[in-house]
């Protein structure tokens, strides 16, 4: 018996933009499943995971919180993957930019004035501009997959966070803790909504998800991205560079991954410490393709992943769900994510070898 996928026609766009819908249905049905044999309320879990944060109007801050950041990176990954250009480094370049950010804090510590956010945030976004320079000369010089090239300093990134605040960085004044000095008011964010913890990053984040969207739709700019992703050979014949798009998505990418790093350093952390790197980088990956790569569904497919990451962080109290359990939730969603996509655009086949057929 020989299986293989034919291609079908075209889907439609309802089915397309269904699909990551069943994929978080069939998420939370499997998740269910899977956590009540092992031995913990499946059921529970589905419920805070996925409704409470909904259902809690104290939660919706968090949820506001939680998905800037991943909108923000989200929408950087998805130029480059319009492109076939497959950052996967993203949480590194949003460490950098958290970095930068922290850099120009500490030198004007002791100064005053509108003009320092303004000064972190060019910072921390050519910060992420400056990690992705990397594995854009790389792929485009020597060939070297920018897959590799990306993650691997996302490795590199977090040691230099490590050794920055635990070493020239660290707050003498802190009672031994690896950790920098409190930013000023000056240097942080300010709340948009007053006794909550939502900041300017969040309406930032939409503002870039919507600039993103113009300029994909509207500009040669996103012309030329989805064109050199779709057909190279094309691009090139319509005068548009490859290696110039490669530089520009990277570029791109980079600086909205430091652009988030900057908003969580001087909004939520208000410090640089240890565990700043929270895998946002990494979950905006699947953030993008929950929103199939396009500026407005990342905005939903953003509220959707932080939905799961503040409903995991209930369950952990309330019926004491392992802190895996989160990552377990987001890899089954893009399973299948990609498992619909693939199911969608192609049709299983199923018929007798080649070599049974030429028997008969």
Do not use: C
Request: a positive charge; zero cysteines; aromatic letters at 10%.
């Amino acid at each position: 018996m020989q299986i293989r996928l034919e291609k079908r026609l075209e889907p439609s766009k309802t089915m397309l933009y269904l699909t990551p819908i069943a994929a978080v249905l069939v998420t939370a049905l499997v998740g269910a499943l899977v956590f009540s044999l092992i031995g913990y309320d499946g059921i529970g879990a589905v419920r805070e995971i996925f409704l409470t944060p909904l259902l809690n109007p104290l939660k919706w801050q968090d949820l506001a919180v939680k998905s800037a950041p991943l909108i923000i990176i989200a929408v950087g990954l998805s130029i480059g993957y319009r492109a076939n250009v497959w950052n996967i480094g993203a949480e590194g370049q949003y460490v950098l930019g958290g970095l930068a950010a922290t850099g120009v804090a500490l030198l004007t510590r002791d100064m005053s004035g509108p003009w320092i956010l303004p000064l972190m945030i060019a910072a921390g976004i050519a910060g992420g501009m400056a990690w992705a320079v990397v594995p854009a000369f790389l792929r485009t010089r020597l060939q070297v997959n920018e897959i590799l090239t990306s993650l691997m300093l996302t490795y590199v990134a977090i040691q230099l966070l490590n050794y920055l605040v635990i070493g020239p960085w660290k707050d003498p004044m802190g009672f031994g803790f690896p950790q920098t000095r409190m930013f000023t008011s000056d240097q942080m964010l300010p709340n948009i909504i007053p006794r909550t913890i939502v900041h300017l990053g969040v309406p930032i984040a939409i503002v870039v998800a919507l600039a993103a969207w113009f300029f994909m739709s509207r500009s040669v700019f996103g012309y030329q991205i989805k064109v050199v992703g779709a057909a190279p050979d094309a691009a090139r014949y319509g005068g548009f560079s490859v290696n110039k798009t490669i530089w520009l998505a990277l570029l791109t990418s980079g600086a909205l991954a430091g652009l988030a790093g900057v908003l969580e350093a001087a909004g939520p952390f208000g410090r640089m410490v240890p565990s700043f790197p929270t895998n946002y980088g990494f979950t905006a990956i699947i953030v993008a393709f929950l929103g199939r790569l396009h500026p407005v569904g990342i905005i939903f497919a953003g509220l959707a992943m932080a939905v799961a990451v503040v409903g995991g962080e209930v369950a952990q109290t309330t019926i004491k769900l392992p802190v895996a359990a989160v990552g377990i939730f987001q890899s089954m969603m893009l399973f299948f994510l990609l498992a619909s996509d693939v199911l969608v655009r192609y049709r299983l086949r199923f018929g007798a070898t080649r070599e049974l057929e030429a028997s008969r």
